[in-house]
């Protein structure tokens, strides 16, 4: 079993609609990272929490560290977040352990 | 604005050559990595650097080799270059403990032919 589930693989969503990510892990850890990459790009950071929830414009991140367990929102989404969602964890604190990816696509 | 800079965005060499990948941040960040990322496998570590001239195996050090000499800079070495190491590089650096300032590089495409 990967230390990180993530879900769903691939998502597809018409412009405007809400959008949920869900992340699972299995470690112990203390705080968990949202990447993000476009086609062909590098990889951005968007969050990394510790707890509860952080905000960034139409990006909302939570966590629920009891549960092991976080997920992205998007609202409101453009097609411009058509991207893979990552989400990683640092079980050693000096290391990080990746989901597989979500791939979105939203359309117009 | 901070950065992770890679030296090449694309590089095509030829199998037996040795290749140098670099990467360098302006943070001064302790902590610096190197991925692989291959479709369906999602990114692997190969090497990670918690200080100058330390290093760490990460899941697939197998043909790959580091250098840390200088805070700033990790250098990936593949000593002699395959088919099978085509694949997105990317480098990484961050602080030390929870991977505070966690920063990504742009990444290099290396074709192995």
């Known amino acids: 079993k990967n230390e990180v ?16 990510i869900n992340c699972s892990y299995s470690v112990g850890i203390s705080a968990l990272h949202w990447l993000q990459q476009h086609p062909g790009g590098g990889i951005v950071s968007l969050f990394m929490l510790s707890s509860g929830k952080k905000k960034h414009g139409r ?23 058509s991207a893979v969602y990552i989400c990683a964890v640092p ?11 979500t791939r979105l696509t939203v359309k117009p | 604005d901070v950065k992770v800079t890679q030296s090449s965005r694309y590089l095509v060499k030829r199998t037996g050559e040795k290749v140098f990948l670099e990467c360098v941040q302006d943070m001064d960040h302790e902590n610096m990595f190197w991925y692989r990322q291959d479709p369906g496998l999602g990114l ?34 593949l000593e002699s270059a395959s088919t099978n190491q085509t694949s997105m590089y990317l480098c990484a650096s961050s602080f030390w403990g929870l991977n ?14």
């Open chain 1, 59 to 81: 990006l909302i991140a939570t966590i629920n560290i009891q549960e092991k367990h976080s997920s992205l929102h998007i609202t409101a989404s453009h097609p411009r977040d």
């Open chain 1, 5 to 20: 589930e993530q879900s769903p693989q691939n998502l597809t969503a018409q412009e405007g609609e809400f959008i949920t």
């Open chain 2, 44 to 77: 692997r570590l190969i090497y990670f650097s918690y200080d100058v001239k330390m290093k760490e195996k990460g899941d697939i050090p197998e043909g790959y080799s580091v250098s840390r000499e200088k805070k700033e800079r990790f250098s990936l070495i």
């Open chain 2, 100 to 113: 505070y300032g966690y920063t990504f590089g742009s990444g290099t495409r290396l074709t192995v032919v």
């Open chain 1, 91 to 101: 079980p050693y604190n000096n290391d990080m352990r990746f989901g597989a990816g």
